[in-house]
């Protein structure tokens, strides 16, 4: 595994994808102090200061592409599993797709871009700070460590660095299992960190907002909703709310 840090970029995902056009195809990742253009999901600005995380990997795809969009999921549990030994774990859950939340509010981002033989995965965490005026609730990882940890002669939050050690281990192991074994081990693990799970949730399609009980998660990474009809509903692309 390569590891580049810069101070400052556009943006860590756009160095990636080169990387990958380039056909420069080698585990990567590229981390940053500050984006001046950092993107998020459909095309909103994600803005990048200082003491934040800003992150992305590029990794080489050997198995069946219609697995690659699964890897999301891989890459929320990381951020769990990553922050699990540095804040309470009840704290944390999954929101579907690829959200994690910590005290029931969002605290990063997930980016995936792909091509053929190629993933790129790009992490934003709010590691110090969090933008203000979002329209969900935010927060950030140092608001959740306990003040003991913090007075300590090694303090359990050494900044970015540390945290992309384990990221990137985590996110490895993950995709190795997801190409090897499948996703039926990365949903098992997704599902008992689920939040809302059995819950009456409302997920944002783009033409409608619908409700219903959050009855599980697909074998293909689909949320299913049960409507008030009974009726079950597959869903592939969303926003839960918050
Ligand atoms: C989201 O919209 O929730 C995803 C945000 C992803 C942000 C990260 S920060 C590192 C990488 N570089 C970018 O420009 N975006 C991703």
Redo the contacts with the bound molecule.
């Keep these: 595994m390569k590891f580049l840090y810069f101070d400052q970029v556009g943006?860590?995902?756009?160095i990636v994808k080169d990387l990958a056009q380039a056909d420069e195809i080698e585990p990567t990742w590229v981390m940053a102090d500050r984006?001046t253009?950092?993107?998020?999901?459909?095309s909103?600005e994600?803005v990048?200061r200082d003491g934040n995380l800003?992150?992305?990997g590029l990794y080489p795809w050997k198995a069946d592409p219609t697995l690659k969009p699964l890897a999301s999921f891989v890459v929320a549990l990381a951020v769990a599993k990553t922050f699990e030994s540095y804040i309470n774990p009840v704290l944390i859950s999954l929101k579907w797709p690829n959200?994690v939340l910590v005290a029931g509010a969002k605290i990063?981002?997930?980016?995936l871009e792909a091509g053929e033989g190629w993933l790129t995965i790009?992490?934003?965490l709010n590691l110090q700070h969090h933008p203000e005026d979002q329209p969900y609730p935010v927060t950030h990882l140092l608001a959740h460590i306990p003040e003991a940890d913090m007075a300590g002669a090694e303090p359990v939050f050494a900044g970015a660095d540390p945290i992309l050690a384990q990221l990137s281990k985590f996110i490895t192991e993950g995709l190795e299992t997801l190409q090897t074994k499948g996703f039926a081990p990365i949903r098992e693990a997704w599902l008992s960190r689920a939040a809302r799970l059995g819950e009456t949730i409302t997920v944002n399609l783009d033409s409608e907002q619908i409700t219903g009980t959050f009855e599980t998660l697909g074998e293909n990474g689909a949320l299913q909703l049960r409507l008030g009809d009974g009726t079950l509903r597959n869903i592939l692309a969303g926003d839960v709310l918050l």
Excluded: E, P, V
Aim: charged fraction near 30%; proline fraction near 0%; charge should be positive.
């Design positions: 943006s860590t995902q756009d984006q253009k950092g993107r998020g999901r459909r909103r994600w990048s800003f992150a992305s959200d990063g981002g997930i980016l790009g992490i934003g």
